[in-house]
């Protein structure tokens, strides 16, 4: 063979090799066995990559283990990779998630690491609540272990309250008196966007008007078209015409709206008093929150929203023994008090020790008998009908109207869902 | 000498061989996976179904799919009357004048910004109550229109915010088309008496046809593939009015995992790409050899 030829044979199988190296780089899978080292760590949460970051003291301290944390702020983005990494070798040995039907999907492809044992020990050491397995059980096991818990509780501009006179309400008619108060004095009382958290006044009404009907919604025994849901967006309707929500195309951060007092309440989840932090407001100062009274005073227990997001290790990541040794020391209470504390948030393990008295009340004062938790509209509704809901309920806030048009679009999608799984 | 022939063969295919293979790899693998994909329903996990040409039906029963083509649409009479028009008005304005290149520069700077960026700033500045709104309302201006809320309106401001960017860029275009016409016909037509709108259609507008057909080219293609200025001010909302069919394409994709749909989208603009680019660029070229 000449050596011309011997190039023309050679160079093209060059090529293919070093693609196929590419590819097939870092193959081998399977778990290696590992407890110790550096664990590769992927989220959504960028924005919290310092405090994930903070408790690598504490956890190399404890079990010789820390974090190397990938943050993505793109979530669409963030799950396309997750969900493209499974057809890979090289699938992140801990990784952030959601619960509900988004964990219930990795689950059925038998993607995630089974984490029963770890959860009976956590609940038998008293390090969770119960009540929180069952957002992580699939077929009667657990999987992940909960990354953070966030009630949606109403967020309001305590300065603006005391100078109108306004209390904390304890009933619907009180917050509804309020707002109209408020708006009579100039004020809008409500926050709104038209992007992404566009649930949360309805997932408010809804659930305090009847946590069963609510909770329909989720497991398609309701219909988005059911009269009773019509006439709650109607009521919604109705606010709106009033001016009782901030315009749906604003693009200012809403902390920022809040303490400059271009509304004086915001419904989100507990983490967004790092958000108040961040932009200067001072807990129980400039700001402070409410649990939302039942739209529906006949209620005995107010429900309230939570929100629960997983931390899973894939079941065929060389790293998931690490990844579980993580999840394990990650129920503990030295775990959580380190992280609640840095991450300014509600703790799931009751043990934790935490510097902010009010966010630990707020726990307990939920666990108790006169409140209950439903599961956030966001991981309640099953995902492609929850993504034309959150569009749809977007274009309602930008522009309120007779609601059906757009109930009706979101029912088509739950119809075509709860078909498919027929 | 035969034999040496044989070698160089042989020794040129070698040289083109790994080109031909990343191009196949990284640009034709891609496309008959999309075209596979298309065909089939996806939602990332697991192995793709055969669903056959569901997707396509769906895609052309799909309202928000044929708003997102009549949006698509807007964006491409949109981009070729504003940029495109107002790029060779500046040009024809400046070609000719001493320091001209002063007065197109400012045109150009936006043009260094990434779409993304555009779409950010503007968005602040359109928003509801944003730098526009305020402006109007210290000039005494009460109600102003909802901007990027209520459609089609949000996509012409968009069409208004793209073409910031653009204007300048495809002004500098025009003017080396312009800067190249040889100066004896120029000449010639003013000795004739031609002046201002006959100089230009009788002869600046014929002989810069070359240029305008790539200007106008890459302007159908650019705006077929809207993405990043629309995702940076809008997102395609308030629900999904102001979408264009790549931000449609994605959407489908990424946010609501269905793959299969998705592909078919994207597979739909790139044969409305290619045929747009075919068909015009042919009309054109035979049209070229009538001058």
Redesign the interface.
């Known amino acids: 063979m000449n050596r011309e030829r011997k190039i023309s044979l050679v160079a093209p199988l060059l090529v293919s090799g070093l693609l196929l190296a590419a590819c097939g780089a870092g193959g081998g899978g399977g778990a290696s066995g590992q407890t110790t080292g550096t664990l590769k760590f992927y989220t959504d949460k960028a924005a919290w990559k310092p405090q994930f970051q903070s408790l690598n003291s504490t956890s190399l301290k404890d079990i010789k283990v820390s974090l190397d944390t990938t943050g993505y702020s793109d979530a669409n983005q963030y799950e396309a990779f997750v969900k493209q990494s499974f057809r890979t070798k090289q699938t992140p040995g801990l990784f952030s998630w959601h619960t509900g039907d988004s964990l219930k999907q990795l689950v059925d492809q038998k993607l995630i690491a089974d984490t029963s044992d770890i959860w009976q020990k956590a609940i038998a050491d008293g390090n969770v609540s119960k009540d929180l397995q069952k957002y992580y059980t699939i077929g009667g096991k657990q999987y992940c272990v909960p990354m953070n818990i966030a009630y949606w509780v109403m967020y309001y501009n305590k300065k603006i309250f005391d100078k109108y006179g306004i209390a904390t309400p304890t009933t619907w008619a009180e917050l509804m008196n309020d707002a109209a108060k408020l708006k009579k004095n100039g004020v809008t009382p409500f926050y709104q966007t038209s992007t992404l958290f566009t649930f949360p006044w309805f997932e408010t009404m809804v659930a305090g008007t009847d946590p069963d009907l609510y909770n329909g919604l989720s497991t398609g025994k309701v219909k988005y078209t059911d009269p009773r849901i019509v006439s709650i967006m109607n009521d919604w309707l109705d606010q709106a015409k009033k001016g009782w929500f901030s315009d749906a195309g604003g693009k200012t951060d809403p902390a920022q709206m809040l303490k400059q007092g271009d509304m004086a309440m915001l419904n989100f989840g507990t983490f967004f008093g790092g958000s108040l932090d961040a932009v200067g407001m001072k807990a129980h100062v400039d700001y402070d929150y409410f649990i939302i009274p039942a739209v529906n005073p006949k209620l005995t227990k107010t429900p309230v929203p939570v929100e629960t997001g997983p931390m899973c290790v894939t079941a065929n990541s060389k790293q998931k023994d690490l990844g579980l040794a993580y999840s394990k020391w990650w129920m503990t209470p030295g775990a959580q008090t380190a992280w609640s504390n840095a991450r300014g948030d509600v703790p799931f393990n009751p043990k934790a020790q935490l510097k902010d008295a009010g966010l630990k009340d707020l726990g307990e004062k939920v666990a108790g008998d006169k409140y209950q938790l439903v599961a956030r509209y966001f991981e309640a509704a099953p995902t492609p009908i929850l993504n034309v809901a959150l569009e749809e309920f977007g274009a309602f806030s930008a522009n309120p109207g007779d609601p059906m048009p757009f109930l009706t679009k979101i029912q088509d999608a739950a119809d075509k869902y709860w078909a498919s799984q027929k | 000498m035969a034999k040496k022939k044989e ?2 063969r ?2 040129a ?3 083109v ?2 080109g ?3 191009v196949a ?1 990284l640009l034709y693998l891609p496309l008959l996976w999309t075209l596979f994909l298309s065909f089939s329903t996806y ?4 192995e793709p179904k055969w669903a056959g040409l569901a997707n396509y039906l769906e895609m052309f029963q799909d309202p928000d799919f044929l708003s997102s083509m009549f949006n698509t649409l807007l964006w491409v009479v949109g981009t070729l009357a504003v940029p495109v028009g107002l790029g060779l008005v500046l040009a024809l304005m400046t070609w000719n004048l001493k320091g001209g290149v002063w007065l197109r520069l400012p045109f150009l700077i936006p043009y260094a910004i990434s779409g993304i960026g555009v779409g950010l700033i503007w ?2 500045v359109l ?4 730098a526009l709104d305020q402006a109007l309302h210290a000039f005494g201006v009460g109600d102003t229109p ?5 459609a089609p309106l949000n996509t012409i401001v968009m069409i208004v915010a793209a073409s910031w960017q653009g204007v300048g860029v495809n002004a500098l275009l025009f003017t080396i088309g312009l800067q190249s016409i040889p100066k004896e016909p120029l000449e010639a037509a003013r000795l004739d008496g031609a002046g201002g709108a006959r100089l230009f259609r009788s002869i600046l507008w014929p002989m810069l046809r070359p240029l305008t057909t790539v200007v106008i080219g890459l302007s159908i293609v650019a705006s077929l593939k809207t993405f990043d200025i629309v995702l940076g001010m809008t ?1 395609g ?5 102001s979408e264009t069919l790549a931000l449609t394409m994605f959407n489908d ?6 793959y299969g749909l998705g592909s078919a989208i994207a597979v739909f603009l790139t044969v409305v790409t290619l045929l747009a680019s075919i068909l015009y660029l042919r009309q054109q070229l035979s049209k070229k050899n009538e001058i």
């Open positions: 070698h160089y042989w020794a295919r070698g040289f061989a790994p031909v293979l990343l790899v939602n990332g996990l697991g968005s602040f928003q509801s109550n944003g909802r901007w990027l809320l209520d997102k909302g308030p629900g999904r009015v994709t990424f946010v609501n995992s269905q």
